[in-house]
Nanobody
């Protein structure tokens, strides 16, 4: 079993930065892919970024590439999402997720078996 708990959300002005954390307990070794998704009101949950299992390679949605960075600590117990140059359209509930994912399924939320409770990020003008 894996438990995930996000923190670090809040209200920030456009152009500002936030760093989200996702603390993991249970078995979260390098065999798990860890990812961030987000969901805005009235919209589907969408992929933000991920660290693919074993290789440690990172992948991003085009809309956040160059602004957001996914990382994890050496112990593989905490994952981070550094968000810079935030825009109002980044407003959403952000979720971390984990699972033994194949690369072709990286962006599919339905493939992840473990989820955190979510943390709200609100970007104002």
């Amino acid at each position: 079993q894996v438990q995930l708990v996000e923190s670090g959300g809040g209200l920030v002005q456009a152009g500002g930065s936030l760093r989200l954390s996702c603390a993991a307990s249970g078995r979260t070794d390098h065999s798990y892919t860890v990812a961030w998704f987000r969901q805005a009101p009235g919209k589907e949950r969408e992929f933000v970024g991920a660290i693919f299992r074993n290789t440690g390679h990172t992948y991003y949605a085009d809309v956040v590439k160059g602004r957001f960075t996914v990382s994890r600590d050496r112990a593989e117990k905490t994952m981070y999402l550094q968000m810079n140059n935030l825009k109002p359209e980044d407003t959403a509930v952000y979720y971390c997720a984990a699972g033994r994912i194949i690369l072709s399924s990286l962006r599919q939320s339905t493939q992840y078996g473990y989820w955190g409770q979510g943390t709200q990020v609100t970007v104002s003008l």
